[in-house]
């Protein structure tokens, strides 16, 4: 099966940086999209950024400019970094893997999430 575990988050003042790494492991898998999404209190979930397995990205329109990801396909990781955060960046940052995953003697796709980060950004 499949795990998905992310890290680095943590406390940071307005201005400040965080670098989020994900990595998932077990199985026979091999990665087609990942991503990040936040939930902040009382808000839904929302995409912040995915990356392709050819390396093609998206943003939302709130962090672009300030936040990049990037995919090591070979150490099966993603990394986010995190620029300039800012007091609305705070909330609960999962992981997504969307992979190409070998089940029961085929292959299947699959959505693996992690268990979420906490980043609070404070003023």
Not at 63 to 80: E, N, P
Not at 89 to 95: A, L, P, R
Request: proline residues 2%; hydrophobic residues 35%.
């Amino acid at each position: 099966q499949v795990q998905v575990v992310e890290s680095g988050g943590g406390l940071v003042q307005v201005g400040g940086s965080l670098r989020l790494s994900c990595v998932a492991s077990g199985g026979i898998f091999r990665i087609i999209r990942t991503g990040w999404h936040r939930q902040a209190p009382g808000n839904e979930r929302e995409l912040v950024a995915r990356i392709t397995a050819t390396e093609n990205t998206t943003y939302a329109d709130s962090v672009k400019g300030r936040f990049a990801i990037s995919l090591d396909t070979a150490k099966t990781t993603v990394v986010l970094e995190m620029n300039s955060l800012k007091p609305e960046d705070t909330g609960v940052y999962y992981c997504y893997m969307h992979v190409l995953q070998w089940v029961a003697g085929t292959w299947n796709t699959r959505v693996h999430w992690g268990r979420g980060t906490q980043v609070t950004v404070s003023s």
